[in-house]
């Protein structure tokens, strides 16, 4: 994409542009990589916060102090006060907590094709609760008096299709039905409502480039009240160093009481991935990211019938098509470009560190 002339630029747009390609830079190893819908890679300085922890005696001090920066990164990614931030594991497992203080009998609404992990915890959860699916383009409109929760993805997994948050959320407050929205899909190249939703989930080694194993929940005070901390250990206590025996410990009063007890190495590394995408302006990497996504949705489509759907009007950093035989996902690891393939669809995305030469090479992998 091109760049403006810095003398063209005012000095807040000059500072932006710096940012952004600050946040390119901290990646060495894009090349031909488009998938970070499946695992982001890791940014320079979190491999080497790893490294250097690994050559260090455990510190417990240092590695809480890991988890309360990237809370803090992930509440202004999520556009939520750090006080309504939870730190876990896995999507699943706080989808479950959510589950388990669902009232008995309970409707849950999710999208049809919803990634399994938010769909599982409802539909196992027992005591009569309920799931039914409707299509993510009328999810609004299936929403009825009778449904409690609304789970579902802001950027469809399998697709990239994005969902209309504003008006799901209309819909789900006027029907008096709580909204769960998991974010794993968008955040770390798309601004996040999360002030919309009553909970918001996120698994941060996608697009926000963390290890594996940091994950975070948002939930409104409102929310917090109904749900019951039935994970929680030390971890959740308001006091966690004093709350490792016994069972009269104090639960932390805000949405720390849902914290499950980190895993330290995860959170060394990333703590300063998620702070790298935290202080660059979000709206410039979805510029980036879904520019060269258009050029290869535009390309693509005029020079490979074959290619078919390109979800042309979906606009995100995700391209997908229908590929049954898996034969575009052969092409493109073919040419040494590492894509994915889902749900019957080749998929492909464009981050940070891609840039317009990945492109070239996956058009000519499906054009050749």
Not at 66 to 74: D, F, I, K, P
Not at 90 to 113: F, H, I, K, R
Not at 254 to 271: H, L
């Amino acid at each position: 994409m091109p760049t403006p002339d810095a003398g063209e630029m005012s000095p807040a747009s000059v500072a932006a542009a710096s940012s952004l390609a600050a946040l390119r830079e901290a990646f060495d190893d894009g090349a031909g990589y488009l998938a970070a819908c499946t695992a982001g890679l890791t940014p320079i300085h979190a491999r080497a916060a790893m490294q250097e922890d690994l050559g260090r005696r455990p510190d417990p001090e240092r590695y809480s102090r890991a988890v309360a920066h990237s809370r803090s990164h992930a509440a202004r990614l999520l556009g939520v006060d750090a006080t309504r931030v939870a730190i876990g594991s896995q999507t699943s497992v706080m989808a479950a907590l959510l589950a388990a203080s669902l009232p008995d009998g309970a409707e849950v609404l999710c999208a049809e094709d919803e990634f399994s992990s938010l769909v599982l915890p409802f539909r196992h959860a027992g005591r009569g609760i309920r799931v039914r699916t409707a299509p993510l383009a009328t999810l609004a409109e299936a929403i009825r008096p009778s449904t409690d929760l609304v789970a579902f993805s802001l950027v469809q997994s399998a697709c990239g299709a994005r969902a209309d948050a504003e008006a799901i959320a209309s819909a789900a407050r006027a029907a008096g039905a709580r909204t769960l929205c998991d974010v794993t899909q968008a955040a770390g190249w798309l601004p996040v409502p999360g002030s919309l939703f009553d909970a918001v989930v996120c698994h941060a080694y996608k697009w926000l480039c963390a290890p594996r194993g940091v994950a975070f929940l948002a939930i409104s005070a409102e929310f917090q009240e109904d749900v019951r901390p039935v994970h929680a250990g030390w971890y959740a206590g308001d006091d966690p160093w004093a709350s490792c025996y016994g069972g009269d410990a104090v639960l932390a009063g805000d949405a720390r009481r849902f914290d499950v007890s980190p895993a330290w190495q995860a959170f060394v590394g990333a703590e300063p991935a998620l702070r790298a995408f935290a202080e660059v302006d979000m709206t410039l990497v979805t510029a980036y990211t879904t520019g060269l996504a258009a050029d290869f949705r535009s390309r693509a489509g005029r020079t490979e019938e074959r290619a078919g759907d390109l979800d042309a009007d979906r606009g995100g950093a995700i391209v997908s098509w229908p590929d049954p035989t898996g034969e575009d996902l052969a092409r493109l690891t073919a040419a040494g470009l590492t894509a994915s393939g889902r749900n019957g669809r080749a998929r492909v995305a464009f981050h940070i560190f891609n840039d317009e030469d990945d492109v070239d090479r996956a058009v000519r992998a499906l054009t050749r």
